[in-house]
């Protein structure tokens, strides 16, 4: 009797064309998980490698229906849906991973704000504001945050006087979108704790990373922090736990901390999808954040977060003046230099400040992995010479 053919995996719509996206197309391929990419335009970095795709716009709500049919669930690359847009996907009968009553908390700031406050999770003072005389009644210092839209410092100003204050307000009127006020927070450094959540409830939490932070964009992470004190790391993976479980998100969801100087952790922002916070999972961890949240859309059981390595070190490659940055020009000296380093390039063009990659280096000694990550980063940026070590 013939061996019986299993059923065909279930297709996952991606909606946006970025990094993330194209970051998931190797793991599904090994899990022999189709992919349908709804991306913003010919060409862009997961379009590249995910041949299923449609080029739309996902604000419009037929255009999704279109990419989706036939799908067995949707996830995403960035947050931007509109939360009604994903309702009527629901209600058609599609699994929405994460949920639209989930990623409302990562799509607007001040609904975020009040449930996490609700639930008792440590955040920063906040209030929503609708002038700069209700930004002087909350006090200065204070950073003002557009409540929906912002990434990568885009949408934050940090304020000290009434005068600082008119660029965030002008912004407000020019979208539409409310500004909320935080207090600006005395803090040490910035970590982030990410964790994968299935619909059945599982849950795997990676160890809590440092970041660094330069004019709002990612620079580098190490994982796990240095010298973070072990009972504020189990705080910060407690936190996310519980976020993901209180709010219901299935997928990754990376939490974005402030460690304070006087040693509490304060919730920044939250994040639903693969993170850049978590770009080092994909050489220096048992599962990949990519990996797993494939895993935990389609409810299959999760891989380990462990660390394959006492240390991971992921700097990003941000683009420079086009006349100097490498990239593929980089390969030999960075690869040869060093045959452990794992690089990552997302087929996008070079511009100044933009992602355009990252370098993880692994193993024993952290200043070690530090050198390797930071010189192969700047090779392929241009900012070093051209002379070989």
């Known amino acids: 009797m013939p061996a ?126 609708a002038s700069i005389a209700d930004v002087e009644a909350f006090g200065f210092p204070a950073v003002l945050k557009t409540t929906r839209g912002g990434y990568d410092g885009k949408g934050v100003w940090v304020v000290r006087a009434a005068a600082d204050c008119a660029d965030a307000f002008s912004a407000a009127e020019r979208t539409g979108v409310a500004i909320l006020a935080e207090e600006l927070v005395d803090f040490r450094r910035e970590l982030s704790a990410l964790v994968a959540r299935s619909p059945s409830g599982q849950a795997a939490a990676y160890p ?61 922002e939250l994040a639903m999808r693969p993170h850049n916070t978590g770009h080092w999972t994909q050489d220096g961890a048992v599962t990949s954040q990519f990996e797993n949240h494939l895993r935990a859309v389609l409810d299959l059981p999760l891989g380990s977060p462990a660390p394959r390595a006492p240390w991971t070190v992921m700097v990003n490659i941000l683009g420079g003046p086009e006349d100097t940055g490498r990239l593929y020009d980089g390969y030999p000296h960075a690869l040869a230099r060093d045959p452990h380093l794992r690089v990552h390039l997302y087929g996008k063009a070079l511009r100044p400040g933009r992602k355009v990659g990252h370098v993880n280096a692994y193993g024993e000694d952290l200043d070690d992995c530090l050198e390797r990550a930071r010189h192969a980063a700047a090779w392929f940026r241009g900012d070093l010479g051209d002379e070989s070590e």
């Open 208 to 268: 809590v990373v440092a970041s660094t932070q330069v004019d709002g964009v990612c620079r580098e992470v190490v994982a796990p922090a240095p010298d973070l004190d072990p009972a504020l790391a189990a705080t910060a993976q407690h936190v996310a736990l519980t976020i993901a479980g209180e709010l219901d998100v299935t997928g990754i969801l990376a939490v974005e901390l402030f460690e304070t100087t006087d040693g509490r952790v304060l919730v920044n």
């Open 4 to 129: 019986q053919t299993s059923p065909a995996a279930p297709t996952v719509a991606v909606i946006g064309g970025g990094q993330l996206a194209r970051m998931m197309a190797q793991p599904a391929v090994a899990l022999g998980v189709p992919l349908r990419l709804l991306a913003e335009a010919e060409g862009v970095s997961a379009a590249q490698v995910i041949g299923d795709h449609v080029v739309g716009d996902y604000r419009d709500l037929d255009v999704l229906r279109d990419v989706v049919r036939g799908c067995g669930v949707v996830t995403f690359d960035h947050e931007h849906v509109p939360t009604g847009h994903l309702h009527a996907l629901e209600s058609d009968g599609l699994a929405v991973r994460p949920g639209p009553e989930a990623l409302v908390h990562a799509q607007d700031k001040a609904v975020m704000r009040e449930r996490l406050s609700a639930l008792g999770m440590p955040c920063p003072r906040h209030a929503v504001v």
